[in-house]
């Protein structure tokens, strides 16, 4: 009987409940805290930007850079767009690369999966289950020579996303490949990750000891300033700090902190600081708190510019830029209704681009779910293009420059940062902190705590703890699998490398790059010469690591083949 | 009515960990801690631990859930043995869990593999703590 009363043409069957609705009308935002937790006003007004105090902004391309490196920024270039590939073998990241070229990306992004990053071979037992798993394993010259094969290396400017001290291996088969290709290594331009310290904190401690993470990370450095002047030698990361769970502050005193201690590595070698710096970089996250994370990154600049400055005494403008590229915050993003990633991401997009960013890394919206599918990864690069052709953002630098609001939490930021920073010092310095896992303590802390103020609706995630759905059954645009018979050929051809080598000459260069580790040279020429012998990534890992009295394999399972 | 109040009050004993040399452990740690909070006996058995090894710790502690954490694609590589472990041991009668980044299409999959649930990233703690309490062995 009721149902017949219904309209015909109804076709919402459930109930509304009225009352929600009257409720949501007149509900009120429940927290006025930044995502970081800084509590803040209702309006702000010109005495929170006091005039004299813009001196300590500065003009976008002046110091302290608060509002820009360059004076024009995105009319003198786009940011880059650079998306993150690496999965399945060399060659289908390979492919995956030149399709998103072909789409319109303008910087290649590989990155290392777990077993290279681990410093393992293809053929490792440990590592034969996961090759490809989370990016590209390059246990060899010929990996590499089939990921870079036909792309013009004098042309592109590659980011090799290697974080661990396995960073000096990539730089090394980098180089010998394209010296085999005949290009002039001066000229090469790119990115390496190369920032092992933090890497210990991504599951990588048995690779990345903290004396060899300074070593190796320094020796990269100071290769890239002798023979690949226009490389950057590092992007220290504090995204993935951010992702353990840490505030926005946080991140960038506990990345800085990282960053002092390979730049004190470079001045104890007898380098001065104008003599490496114009090419130090960093990765930033940008998280959802749009005026936040902007704040945050122009806290970042003259933080850095004061330090490389004052600190260091930096005379190079060069030298006290913060440069850095964004990846949008992985830990963000959520596999409950997987579409509204999208939105997220393009809001912290914009952050990054409205922070002024030199490179940018937009999640795929299927980051919670699997590796990006073709279309989820061209769909994050199609993010970047609305924003950079259609939304009016590049027209004019710095543009929250001046808000009473930014400059204002910008400078809380900048406050807030510098207590982190002192209260490291309190326990005894960067490297003691990590040595002493004070630092492991804190980010557990940090990720119990994010995960509390979920479960307890002190922050709202849609789709979490908010206008929930059933559980999806299907990802939109499909899953993406790794490639298991190319993964299986590629370890096939690392077992067949091993037996068909000139043993002599292998043997040779290896002992030879232990000997240089021996005797606490930099590692790197003897690197690329054992590469070009045929040697591979865990065994040239294998004799630094011995070298430095620690076992062969970081896993303990292998013993050294020499 | 006695045996029932000990069922109550027995701590029920968990087993998280990660396999394989996946190294993602933010997530594994705050589920250890919060299970604990929620007054469960936790062993976190921590990274680079293979199928065998998983198994045997939960044997020898004689855990009532066995938590599988895992982030990097590995979940239709390693569950499946951590199952054959389990059943080789004798020790397939506990509740087997898989929590991390799981595509929604692989979670019949795993369901049919012998986990018996699965808690994708962006669970909340109260649902994970809900369903070991009504699943778990008596």
Known sequence: MKAAQKPVIAGHEKDVDWDKYLAAYYEKPRSSLTWSGLDVKEVYAPADLPPEQYKDVGDPGQYPFTRGIHRNMFRGRYWTRREV?????????????????????????????????MGLDADHPWAQNEVGLTGVCITNMYDMETMTADIPLDKVSWSLITASTVAVVTMAQYAAVAKKRGYDLKKLRGTVQ???????????????????????????????????????????????????GVTAPQEVAFGFLIARLYIDEMIRRGYQVDDFAQRFAFYVSCHIDIFEEVSKIRAARRIWAKLMKEHYGAQKLSSQHFRFAVHTAGCSLVPQQPLNNIVRIA?????????????????????????????????????????????????????LGGSYYVENLTNRLEEEIYKIMAEVEKVGGMYEAIQSEWLDRVFEKEALARQKELDDRDK?????????????????LGVQRIMKASVKQQIEMVKKLKIERNKTLWKKRILALKAAADRRENVIPCMIAATEAGATTGEMMGAVRLAFGYPYDPLEIIQAPF | MKKEKENKDRKIKVLITKVGLDGHDRGAKVVASLLKEAGMEVIYLGMYLMPKDVVDAAIDEDVDVIGLSLLSGGHLVFTPLVVEEMKKGGFDDVLLIVGGIIPS???????????????????????????????VRP
């Open chain 1, 347 to 399: 809001y912290q997009a914009l952050a990054a681009v409205l922070g002024g960013v030199q490179s940018l890394h937009c999640c795929s919206y299927d980051e919670p779910v699997c590796l990006p599918t073709e279309n989820g990864h061209t769909q994050a690069l199609r993010t970047q293009q609305i924003l950079a052709y259609e939304t009016g953002v590049t027209n004019v630098a710095d543009p």
């Open chain 1, 460 to 476: 709202i995630l849609v789709g979490v703890n908010m206008f929930t759905t059933d559980q999806e059954t299907a990802t939109p």
């Open chain 2, 105 to 135: 299409e692989d979670i019949p999959t795993l369901k049919a593999m012998g986990v018996h649930a699965v808690f994708p990233a962006g669970s909340l703690t109260e649902p994970i703590v809900t369903y070991i309490r009504n699943h």
């Open chain 1, 194 to 244: 190369n920032d092992p310290v933090h890497f210990r904190y991504c599951g990588f401690r048995p690779a990345c000891p903290l004396d060899l993470s300074v070593k190796l990370g320094a020796d990269v450095m100071e290769f890239c300033t002798r023979e690949m002047p226009l490389w950057y030698y590092t992007t220290v990361n504090l995204y993935d700090l951010r992702e353990q």
């Open chain 1, 85 to 117: 590939i690496g999965m399945g073998s060399p060659q289908d990241t390979h492919d995956r690369s030149k399709l998103l070229v072909d789409e319109g990306g303008s910087g290649l992004n590989t990155i290392a999966d777990i077993p290279y990053e």
